[in-house]
Every structure is written in structure tokens, then in C-alpha cells.
């Protein structure tokens, strides 16, 4: 199956700083990424989605000034938290569709910690 | 999206079948049905997916009624590896649509 990759897999940062997600399709080009927030003990949370050369669809709640999402190419799509703060501290998963497939496939997560 | 019903937790014996049951009495016609499962600390992975007829794939078979408002996962021979969160999905069969998760169905697969 199609590839997604995350980096970096787990980041730990202060308080008040800003932390850059990268997502990327390996072997596919992905016009649409999703990004997905996952607290413990509890379900996938669908954020925004992600258009290439476009701007992003964010989700009820989700602040689009604090959550920057740029899809600048088909194959890389990056979510910077700004100015974090320990609430934001989750399990962040990006997904792709590959090329008029129908199946999302995820990249492995990653766990940011904010002190 | 239509909503979907779990059992939040389910048990199956190592070597046996295990049959992970949904529901999703809402779905329309031209939502597909689609099985993702997430292992502890991993991204979901893809499992399978049908609209109105049974699929199988090297991963499960899927199962779904006639009326189409309910279907069931079936992993023939679960192993230990087997263990995470199953979760069921309804959705437009189209590429940039989304994928809502509900809570899913922890199984567990005891040795």
C-alpha cells in the first residue's frame, strides 16, 4: 500500500514556542491531506484538510491561527502549532488519499509534548 | 457522514475468528463502508471496504446485510498482533471525502 511518512515521530518543546509537523506521500502524489488530533483514550479528532495550492479547511473549534497548515507541493503537507501551550500536548496523524484512490492512508503519528 | 455503532471492547482467542459487529442504520446509498483499525501509539491502518456486496482482502473479509445498515469485520485466524481498536466508517466513496471516527472497538486477542 501507499506510504506516508511523519516527522518528526515525537517532539517534546517549552511552552510559548512554535513546532513544525511534516507529512509526506513516499510513493503517490496527494492533492488532499488530512490532519487528525488524537487526546489519550480517545478517538481520531479530524482537524482540517489539507488542498494543494490551497488554502486549508479547518474543522469547527480548530483555530486556523494557531494550527498553520501548507500544502505546497502533492507530496508534502506540514502543520505548525504555534505558540504552544501543554493543552495542545496530543498525538497528531496525518492522512492522504493516493491518487483517486479511495482509501485514506495514515502517516505513523506524532506525539508532542509541551512543558 | 452517518453514524455508526460499536461494541466498545470484544475478546477472541488466538487462532480462532474474530467477528467485529457495526452498525449503521443511517447509510446512504452512496456511502461506502470501510474497517480501520489503530494499534496502540500507531496510525490507523487500512483494513477493507465495500459498498453492498462481501469483500475480502489477505487482511479480513467484510460482511455486510442486505438492507446495508449493518456489517461485520471478520479476521479468520486472529493472531496477538491482531490487538488494537477497530474502527467502522461510513463514508462517500470519493477520494477527497472525509473519515469521522467514532470509538471503535478495542479487541483483544489472548494467547
Known amino acids: 500500500g501507499a506510504v506516508v511518512s511523519q516527522h518528526p515521530s515525537r517532539v517534546i518543546c517549552k511552552s510559548g514556542t512554535s513546532v513544525k509537523i511534516e507529512c509526506r506521500s513516499l510513493?503517490?502524489?496527494?492533492?488532499?491531506m488530512f490532519w487528525y488530533r488524537q487526546f489519550p483514550k480517545q478517538s481520531l479528532m479530524l482537524m482540517a484538510t489539507?488542498?494543494?495550492?490551497?488554502?486549508?479547511?479547518?474543522e469547527q473549534g480548530v483555530e486556523k491561527d494557531k494550527f498553520l497548515i501548507n500544502h505546497a507541493s502533492l507530496t508534502l503537507s506540514t502543520l505548525t502549532v504555534t505558540s504552544a501551550h501543554p493543552e495542545d500536548s496530543s498525538f497528531y496523524i496525518c492522512?492522504?488519499?493516493?491518487?483517486?484512490?479511495?482509501?485514506?492512508?495514515f502517516g505513523p503519528g506524532t506525539r508532542l509534548t509541551v512543558l | 457522514d452517518a453514524k455508526t455503532t460499536q461494541p466498545p471492547s470484544m475478546d477472541c482467542a488466538e487462532g480462532r475468528a474474530a467477528n467485529l459487529p457495526c452498525n449503521h442504520s443511517t447509510i446512504s446509498g452512496n456511502e461506502y463502508v470501510y474497517w480501520y483499525r489503530q494499534i496502540h501509539s500507531q496510525g490507523p491502518q487500512y483494513i477493507i471496504h465495500?459498498?453492498?456486496n462481501n469483500e475480502t482482502n489477505e487482511m479480513a473479509s467484510l460482511i455486510i446485510t442486505e438492507d446495508r445498515k449493518s456489517s461485520t469485520l471478520i479476521l479468520p485466524h486472529a493472531t496477538l498482533r491482531d490487538t488494537a481498536v477497530y474502527y467502522c466508517?461510513?463514508?462517500?466513496?470519493?477520494?477527497?471525502?472525509?473519515?469521522?471516527f467514532g470509538e471503535g472497538t478495542q479487541l483483544t486477542v489472548n494467547p
Open positions: 466508517i461510513v463514508r462517500v466513496g470519493t477520494s477527497g471525502s472525509r473519515l469521522t
Open positions: 510513493d503517490f502524489q496527494a492533492t488532499t
Open positions: 492522512s492522504a488519499n493516493a491518487g483517486g484512490g479511495d482509501e485514506q492512508f
Open positions: 489539507s488542498n494543494e495550492g490551497s488554502k486549508a479547511t479547518y
Open positions: 465495500g459498498l453492498k
